[in-house]
């Protein structure tokens, strides 16, 4: 997982004169270098001297945009996007995905394509995960968002969702632990990476170090389609927990033991929730959020909150709200069953990752932190 993802032709690319999408063209290219650092950095970049970059994931539940500029170690984020468009919805029953959340989709994306036409974007990787491999018309899908809305999505397989994960979220592990389990737990799939320390040298973001990773074909809206997510009783909760449980098993036995030294690091709408809802926030709000921490004991806490409001507690949550009220519970079995197999006393909690992740791989590959 050493090696840098292709981060070129990714937009629907009609030039200047054309008709759709985003003409790319490709950033200068300098020799990289290992380079370290923090996410967030007072210096910014020349203006003109690198290109306005966008980052797209394009997942089961959620559709979310970023725009960001170089800056001296990391990147400054100039726009933004997200929106909940159940992409996912029943194809874990129907194997498709369906006309109205390719609707939702259509409509979500148009507005990343203007947001990014607007910013004056000429670099960007646009991804496509669970939903679309899972789906048996994820190509076609593909196809019908090139010619309707002009932007070209990838597909990316587990194992680049899972990289892309470690590298958004690295910045985010204590520089005196011995790594982090990271997660990711999604709308189809979550993926598990247990991590080195990181060697902090140079500049820019630091790299993770990925000593093991796995990606489960589970996911919130998988799990809450299955099993139910507006009534929850505890019977049913731990029978959600007991299948992720099988599913960690193999992993978890692998890469389980020695955790001395380390701390769980998440990243998903589950970790933020509950953070939001132990912080009791009035509406949520990401910079009380992100790099949070969260003891053992006080996730504990938050869950059996959460088993004990009623459906229309969760809705009028300001840190839940109506279109996750469905999916919170099943969030929470997920993240249950990974404290079981990886028992660390602390998590942190980070509201960054795939779109980060994609943005540090093309600003690496394009040698914007180099020192030359």
Same mark, same amino acid.
């Given at each position: 997982?050493?090696q840098?993802?292709d981060t070129t ?12 999408g ?10 990289e270098?290992a ?10 970049a020349?203006?003109?001297r ?6 797209l ?6 559709c979310?945009?970023l725009v960001?500029r170089?800056?001296?170690n ?6 933004a996007?997200s929106? &909940?468009?159940?992409?996912g ?10 006309e109205?959340?390719i609707?939702?989709?259509?409509e979500?994306l148009?507005?990343?394509r ?10 960007a990787?646009? &991804?496509a ?9 994820g ?5 019908r ?11 990316v397989?587990r194992?680049t969702?899972a ?15 011995r790594g982090?389990?990271?997660?990711d737990?999604?709308g ?8 080195g320390?990181s060697?902090?040298a140079?500049r820019?973001p630091p790299k ?6 796995v ?15 507006v009534t929850?009783?505890r019977?049913?909760?731990?029978d959600?927990?007991?299948e ?16 001395g ?6 990243t998903s ?26 003891r053992?004991?006080?996730?504990t806490a938050v869950i059996d909150r959460?088993?004990a409001m ?25 993240l249950?069953?990974?404290r ?5 006393p ?6 960054r ?20």
């Amino acid at each position: 997982m050493d090696q840098e993802a292709d981060t070129t032709g990714l937009l629907g690319t009609t030039c200047p004169g054309g008709t759709k999408g985003v003409c790319e063209h490709p950033a200068p290219r300098r020799p990289e270098h290992a380079d370290t650092g923090a996410m967030a950095a007072p210096a910014t970049a020349a203006p003109g001297r690198w290109p306005t970059y966008a980052a797209l994931d394009l997942g089961t539940n959620n559709c979310r945009l970023l725009v960001a500029r170089p800056t001296g170690n990391g990147f400054r984020v100039i726009d933004a996007f997200s929106r &909940i468009i159940r992409l996912g919805e029943g194809v874990s029953r129907s194997g498709r995905i369906g006309e109205a959340a390719i609707g939702r989709a259509v409509e979500a994306l148009a507005v990343c394509r203007d947001k990014m036409r607007a910013r004056g974007v000429t670099r960007a990787r646009l &991804i496509a995960t669970e939903a679309c491999r899972a789906a048996e018309n994820g190509a076609d899908f593909q196809s019908r968002i090139r010619d309707l809305v002009g932007l070209d999505l990838e597909i990316v397989d587990r194992r680049t969702e899972a990289e892309l994960a470690a590298t958004g979220c690295t910045p985010l592990m204590d520089p005196g632990s011995r790594g982090a389990i990271l997660f990711d737990i999604g709308g189809g799939s979550s993926e598990l990476v247990r991590l080195g320390r990181s060697v902090v040298a140079g500049r820019g973001p630091p790299k993770p170090v990925i000593e093991g990773w796995v990606s489960l074909p589970v996911g919130v809206v998988t799990l809450a389609e299955r099993f139910g997510g507006v009534t929850v009783d505890r019977g049913t909760f731990d029978d959600m927990v007991a299948e992720v449980g099988r599913a960690l098993a193999d992993f978890s036995g692998r890469h389980g033991g020695d955790l001395g030294g380390l701390h769980m690091l998440g990243t998903s709408g589950t970790v933020t929730t509950i953070a939001g809802v132990h912080l009791a926030l009035p509406r949520y709000d990401r910079r009380r959020v992100d790099g949070c921490w969260l003891r053992a004991h006080e996730i504990t806490a938050v869950i059996d909150r959460l088993m004990a409001m009623s459906y229309q507690d969760r809705v009028d949550n300001p840190c839940i709200g109506g279109e996750r009220a469905d999916l919170v519970l099943a969030g929470c079995a997920i993240l249950e069953a990974i404290r079981r197999a990886f028992p660390c006393p602390r998590l942190r909690v980070a509201d960054r990752g795939l779109r980060e992740g994609i943005l540090v791989k093309m600003m690496r590959a394009d040698g914007v932190w180099d020192r030359g």
